[in-house]
């Protein structure tokens, strides 16, 4: 198939994305729902890849390239920033308002972070069908003087489906990928005299809602100056996340990426190096935050075997790096990356480690 057939393809393609998102606000911070650790070790640079069980989070159509089915339950994942251990305080007493706000000022300005969840998923060749539970808390305290916290936590539920087909002799991929979400969220700014109050319980300010989303794209491979390129488009929670119970809407975005595969010969034997490269939230560049590198993100990945592969990029100007090691069914798999709190790459980072072990059938 001409290459020039499959460009126009992704056009369409793009511009009925453009068309399903045009109604909606430019995407904002708003939280991104799933993000797996060899995307995060590969600067997150993920849409011209999606050959795995993060496919449906990424881009649906990658399922096209699934090679051999597996099923896996409860993956756990664990992604960590900062956690004060003056976290655990007791609550529903008199808390001394003095030491409630010492213990605050020693967080001004740094944000806490901690994600945790589980996957369970059967994945085959343009079919996957999962579950996924997640938990966040995430918070930060601002003001030394007389402190306060806004809190952004919650508990998801995810039901999702992923399909893909292939066409033009799989030359393009194109797939869909629905999915239920029931959320619990506390978004909430607390003061010291709220925390310190006898009466003071955060789980009256959480709100509950469900809201169904859509994501679809399209990945068009081929190949240029000897080597297998791809170039992808992925359309994420199409006409927005909608929650019901007054739980806060997630814009939708639209992320565009190419891929290389590279082989070489090196040492003990022949190896393929693949190269990724993402521009994410086409929608919100053109609004207030206009931060080019901060929309970029860039990735590698490197398996010497089966058993160990090496991974390392860019994110939001950001160094990251990562690796996983297969030992039979098991799958333990590393990310260190940086999220930009900023306006701009570069302005404010916050390291975070992210570590997944998974049972693969």
């Known amino acids: 198939m001409p290459i020039k057939q499959g460009v126009n393809m992704l056009k369409r393609l793009f511009f009925a994305i453009w068309l399903a998102g045009i109604a909606v606000e430019p995407a904002s911070a708003g939280e991104i729902l799933y993000r797996g650790v060899r995307p995060l070790a590969m600067g997150d640079a993920f849409t011209a890849v999606a050959n795995d069980e993060n496919a449906a989070f990424y881009n649906p159509a990658g399922l096209h390239w699934i090679e051999t089915p597996h099923t896996a339950f409860l993956t756990p994942q664990v992604d960590i920033g900062t956690i004060p251990a003056s976290l655990i305080s007791p609550c529903g007493t008199e808390i001394d308002t003095a030491t409630i706000t010492d213990t605050l000022r020693g967080m001004v300005g740094k944000r806490q972070y901690l994600r945790g969840s589980l996957l ?33 936590s919650g508990t998801d539920i995810v039901y999702f489906l992923g399909v893909a087909q292939g066409v033009w002799d799989d030359a393009l991929k194109m797939g869909f990928s629905p999915k239920l979400v029931q959320r619990n969220e506390l978004a909430k700014r607390y003061t010291v ?47 927005r996340l909608n929650f019901s119970g007054g739980v806060n809407s997630v814009p939708a975005k ?40 901060k929309r970029f993100h860039f990735g590698m990945e490197l398996p010497f075997n089966k058993y160990f592969t090496l991974r390392a990029g860019i994110k939001q100007s950001y160094w990251t790096y990562g690796a996983a090691l297969a030992i039979g069914i098991l799958k333990f798999s590393y990310a260190n990356y940086t999220e930009e709190l900023g306006g701009y790459g570069g302005q404010r980072g916050d390291v975070r480690n992210v570590l997944e072990v998974a049972a693969v059938f």
Do not use: C
């Open 193 to 239: 005299t709220d925390i310190s109050s006898s009466n003071f319980d955060f789980m009256g300010d959480v709100k509950s809602g469900s809201a169904v989303g859509l994501d679809f794209g399209a990945i068009y491979t081929t190949e240029m100056m000897g080597y297998e390129t791809s170039f992808g488009v992925a359309g994420q929670n199409i006409g």
């Open 254 to 293: 639209v992320n565009l990426g190419a891929s290389m595969r590279i082989p070489f010969d090196m040492w003990f034997g022949p190896y393929t190096l693949l190269a990724a490269l993402d521009f994410k939230d086409v929608w919100n560049f053109y609004g207030p935050d206009r931060d080019i590198p």
């Open 120 to 152: 369970t998923d059967y994945l085959r060749r343009d079919i996957q069908l999962g579950i996924l539970l997640q938990a966040r808390l995430e918070f930060e305290v601002h003001q030394p003087s007389y402190p306060y916290v806004d809190v952004d």
